[in-house]
């Protein structure tokens, strides 16, 4: 049975940070080892995070098409929301250091606020507790950076779907899809509310 999320998403995505504790002042006095437990028990907790991931057209007289991304990668990771940007990256170095460990896998991306510049960042990505919904055309190739860049080789094991996510564009992607999908280890199907009959067209499948 699919599992059914409400539009707060406040279990898997809990409101960061307490009243009672923001404003505790002896905090630099304690062990190094205690505040980092306490740094890494406010990141200890599963995020549903919302990720596109868009193929690049390659333009050598474009540097655009080199932001946010590694040279040799072929497409962009664009953030829309603030959630997928750990708070603790920008209190002080050693909180830095806490979610750096913490969010082991990494990668470049494009941060695109309604009404800012695109500004280039990082995409901070924790495998074990995060579920990723992936939009876009460029999932399979995302997919496997995400294990391709974890040291310890788990990747994306937590997977949000809609139903227009279901078959993939183009059977090129099929060798890879074949080696993503048995590292899932739970997929959650996404039901858009707000309305009581949507209709998704006829199916469609990918052209040989």
Not at 57 to 80: F, H, K, M, V
Not at 108 to 115: F, H, I, K, L, S
Request: aromatic share 10%.
């Amino acid at each position: 049975m699919p599992l059914v999320v409400s539009s707060n998403l406040g279990i898997l995505n809990p409101p960061s940070g307490s009243k009672a504790t923001d404003t505790f002042r002896h905090f630099k006095r304690l062990p190094l080892e205690l505040r980092w437990h306490i740094w890494e028990f406010e990141l200890k907790h599963e995020r549903l995070l919302h990720v596109e991931a868009h193929p690049l057209e390659a333009s050598p007289d474009d540097p655009s098409t080199e932001s946010g991304t590694c040279p040799e990668r072929t497409y962009e990771i664009i953030l829309t929301e603030f959630l997928p940007i750990s708070k603790l990256a920008r209190v002080n170095s050693e909180s830095r250091a806490v979610a750096s460990h913490f969010y082991r896998v990494q990668l470049p991306c494009v941060y695109r606020w309604e009404g800012k510049e695109d500004t280039n960042g990082i995409c901070y990505f924790n495998p074990e507790l995060d579920t990723l919904e992936i939009r876009g055309n460029a999932f399979s190739n995302f997919a496997e950076d995400l294990w391709v860049h974890d040291a310890r080789h788990v990747g994306l094991i937590n997977l949000a779907l809609s139903m227009r996510q279901l078959i993939p564009e183009s059977r090129a992607e099929y060798p890879l899809l074949q080696r993503i999908i048995p590292r899932l280890k739970r997929v959650m199907f996404l039901c858009r509310g707000g309305s009581e009959r949507i209709y998704f067209g006829e199916p469609t499948f990918a052209s040989a």
